[in-house]
């Protein structure tokens, strides 16, 4: 059996060293064949509302899944 693979686009939050910023999160929904279970992964910020205010690890809410991302130099990056 294969998954079913959708890029899919939500409006979110990114918090984290006293920062707060809408943004807007890509990611992609992976769903199995039975429909029981589902997944956001690989998730990326497209557009925030205001840059970080340094390099470091956020958390980023989206369609109902939080994750932790890094800021370095501005650009966005999933986090280690």
């Known amino acids: 059996m294969t998954s079913n693979r959708e890029p899919v686009t939500y409006g979110g939050m990114i918090r984290g060293h006293g920062y707060e910023a809408r943004c807007t999160v890509r990611a992609t929904r992976v769903t199995h064949p039975e429909g029981i279970d589902s997944a956001l992964v690989d998730p990326s910020i497209e557009w925030a509302s205001a840059p970080p205010p340094r390099d470091g690890v956020y958390e980023i809410t989206a369609g109902g899944e939080t994750w932790r991302i890094q ?5 966005w990056m999933n986090a280690p």
């Open 71 to 75: 800021s370095r130099g501005g650009l």
